[in-house]
């Protein structure tokens, strides 16, 4: 795997306007140095302790961005230093972020993940959840964090054209609610699926595999 190379040519490849989010859990300190080294600086993981550990080890002007389920219990340990969490799935995950951006005195940008896989899948507000969250007078009084966008995963499939629903449908709520509460990010699309998700509108990739290489779980 040259990832110096992969993150490169991915880079060329994608559209002004559409942001690079390198999935690097499991992959260990050396391997985004590696990426790190052509000056890339957004880096995304799906577990509050691995991300925390690489970010007292590594460069501090890394940006790092939370894509995975996050447990209420774990965002103290991210708040000091998260730039973007991606994946608010519950208005009680959002009052918890809130409180703690507040004891650190900063504000954190999060997406609200959506769900959007015509499979099963565990996490994500439907959108009726999303609207009535965005609506409510909890909501409104949050003031250490800013919505910026929404969060979409497909179903993990090769099948082209349930890929083209799910992330149109995402689009479309997307293009909906985006004036009214002054979106400007909408992350979708992985390795397998990117150039679909841009094709729908996608702001911000989130892209592990294609880069980094097979991630080995053992
Ligand atoms: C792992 C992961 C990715 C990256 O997946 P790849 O297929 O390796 O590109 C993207 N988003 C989330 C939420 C992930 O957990």
Redesign the pocket.
């Known amino acids: 795997m040259d990832i110096s190379e992969n993150i490169q040519d991915l880079k060329k490849e994608l559209p002004e306007g559409v942001t690079l989010v390198a999935?690097s859990?499991t992959k260990p300190n050396e391997d985004i140095m590696e990426a790190y080294k052509t000056g890339h600086r957004i880096f995304?993981e799906?577990k509050a302790q691995e991300m925390t550990g690489k970010w007292e080890e590594l460069p501090k002007d890394i940006e790092w961005h939370m894509?995975?389920h996050l447990q209420r219990n774990k965002v103290k340990y991210i708040a000091p230093y998260v730039s973007l969490i991606?994946?608010v799935d519950s208005p009680r995950l959002l009052k918890e972020v809130n409180k703690q951006a507040r004891k650190e005195e900063r504000i954190i940008n999060c997406l609200l993940q959506v769900k959007i896989a015509e499979e099963d899948s565990k996490y994500g507000l439907s959108m009726d959840e999303t609207e009535a969250l965005l609506a409510s007078e909890k909501f409104k009084s949050y003031n250490y964090i800013t919505v910026i966008g929404l969060m979409g995963?497909a179903t993990f499939t090769d099948d082209k054209e349930q890929l083209q629903r799910e992330f149109g449908s995402l689009e479309k709520f997307y293009n909906k609610l985006k004036d009214q509460y002054g979106f400007t990010q909408l992350s979708m699309g992985?390795?397998?699926d990117y150039q679909i998700a841009i094709n729908h509108g996608s702001t911000m990739v989130?892209?592990?595999?294609?880069i980094f290489g097979e991630?080995n779980y053992s």
């Open positions: 999935i859990k995304g799906n894509v995975g991606h994946s995963m992985m390795s397998g989130r892209v592990g595999s294609a991630r």
